[in-house]
Nanobody, 120 residues
């Protein structure tokens, strides 16, 4: 299972750090990703990281503001979000084991989501 947490309400320009802890099996050899889904919209790619952490990928909308990282010893992936904007408001989901392209929401396992709300 994946457990995402760390969401909340923050003012524009603020920061939040999301965490996603994996349990039940070892995910240290699998890429992991973060997606988000705003109300009434499709799930959108945010960031992904390879199993070693040596490569990271970001959507254009968050590049330079968000940072994905992982700690394989803790089976945990993080998303540091800085300079938050109201348009970042969404439910954020972590996922592991992409079945294809990292940017597509076709990962095998998903967390339950954590709400991030950015006020203007």
């Amino acid at each position: 299972q994946l457990q995402a947490y760390g969401g909340g309400l923050v003012q524009a320009g603020g920061s939040l750090r999301l965490s996603c802890a994996a349990s039940g099996r070892t995910f240290s050899t699998s890429p992991m990703g973060w997606f988000r889904q705003a109300s009434g919209k499709e799930r959108q790619f945010v960031a992904a990281i390879t199993w070693s952490g040596s490569s990271t990928y970001y959507s254009d909308s968050v590049k330079g503001r968000f940072t994905i990282s992982r700690d394989n010893a803790k089976n945990t992936v993080y998303l540091q979000m800085n300079s938050l904007k109201p348009e970042d408001t969404a439910v954020y989901y972590c996922a592991v084991h992409p079945m294809g392209n990292y940017y597509l929401p076709t990962y095998a396992y998903w967390g339950q989501g954590t709400q991030v709300t950015v006020s203007s």
